[in-house]
């Protein structure tokens, strides 16, 4: 599968935006419909699709918006990636072909507004290496334990899928680190790298970028405990940053309702049952609080308070799991 790279690359150019993908198309849709309707004339930005989940479906409606904006848009590429994948590989590739000196990354799921590139340009001084936008992701009134943490991420510090960066300082830091395969991790270690260089950062709430939350899955928090093992490379690369801005202590909670746990079951094969009594009022009473806890201002449906409950009792193993399966596989001491 090609690359799509309309007209030649003019000087003119300001600002490439990356926008890595990966088979989402009504979102990408909608994403790209926000970057052709920016204020910027198109003739001073281009746009980059980084396909990380290479598709003809993909390919044809990025053809499409190249069509359709080919007399005054801007210059739209489509780069299918078939090397490693996860969103650092797929923004590398995209800052890597880009033509511009400024790199601005977004991603699929995002609307950007239209002057979001008109004020992260006129923020972007000499003294300036990062710019960092305002990402919002509006939440229902009664959302569900996984908008909330989704909303939750989308709030960190520092978001690569609000962000403008200097292309000479990501070819100093070689990118981003491609063993992060989820977003949120990568994005704190560019962060922390960026502070261990200097690199001057500035903030502009004024370049804004939406990014709704949508509905999850049943059971997606499981999925995010996978994320556990990646805290392990991120602790062993940034120790004190890890532990001031990340976590200040391990999980002790999920330590301890998972030794709860093997003491109830191991206590019920020993046929000690005062001792199975104990452990299992014990872990029957931290995965209460858990749940609890996650169910705090959200929704009372049926459907979600039954998601909560279950995965309140798989939570703690699961991701007591991941962390010991990272600290192996990144050999860091790392609880």
Known sequence: MSAITPRTASSAIAVSVVVPTCGRMDLLDRCLDALTRQSLPGSSFEIIVVDDEPSHNTLHLVAGWRAR???????????????????AAARNLGWRSAQAPLIAF????????????????????????????????????????????????????????????RRKLLESLDGFDERFEQAR????DFHFRLLASGARIVRVPEALVVQPVRPA?????????RAAAFDALLYKKHPQLYRERIAAAPPLDHYLSVAALLVTLGALLAAADTVALLAGVLWLGLTARLCLRRLRGTA???????????????????????RLAGAIRYRVRFT
């Open 69 to 87: 904006t080919l007399e005054r848009g801007p210059r739209l590429v489509y780069l299918p990636n078939s090397n490693e994948h996860g969103p």
């Open 106 to 165: 977004t991603d699929e799921d995002t609307v950007p507004s239209p002057a979001w590139l008109a004020h992260g340009l006129a923020a972007f001084g000499d003294e300036v290496d990062v710019l960092c936008g305002r990402l919002d992701a509006p939440l229902p009134a009664r959302p569900t334990e996984a908008q909330r943490a989704a909303r939750q991420a989308a709030s960190d510090a520092f978001c690569v899928a609000n962000c403008f960066c």
């Open 185 to 188: 991790h990568c994005d704190a």
């Open 217 to 225: 899955p049943w059971g997606a928090s499981l999925l995010r405990t």
């Open 300 to 322: 009372r449906s049926f459907s979600h308070v039954a998601d909560v409950v279950l995965t309140s009792a798989l939570i703690p193993p699961l991701a007591v799991f991941w």
